[in-house]
């Protein structure tokens, strides 16, 4: 009776400590990567993604736009404001839903 009980559960049994491995051992990889340093392909990419970051504030938007980025800009904001009937595209909309009138439905 013990043995066949055994039996029936070794494979949730096995299942369980598989997926614990598992997971253990993939945070364990995540921790190793974070005590090491980072090689030096992610290092650039890293210290670029700081470099505009920093660059973007400054310049209030996109690094070096010229004027022809802005005309551009502007002429798609124009062809949408003409096919989608004005208003401020720049912003999200609000949307205001009305609550529907239900009428109470009684059996008889």
Do not use: H
């Amino acid at each position: 009776m013990i043995l066949q009980r055994l039996s029936q559960l070794y494979p949730l049994l096995r299942s369980a400590v598989s997926v614990q491995l598992r997971r253990n051992l993939g945070l364990t990889a995540v921790a190793f990567n974070k005590a090491k340093e980072l090689d030096p392909v992610q290092k650039l990419f890293v210290e670029k993604l700081r470099e505009y970051t920093t660059k973007s504030k400054s310049a209030g938007g996109v690094v070096d736009a010229g004027p022809e980025y802005q005309r551009n800009v502007n002429d798609e904001l124009t062809k949408l404001q003409r096919l989608y009937g004005g208003g401020d595209l720049t912003k999200f909309p609000d949307f205001k839903f009305v609550e529907p009138k239900l009428e109470e439905v009684t059996s008889k």
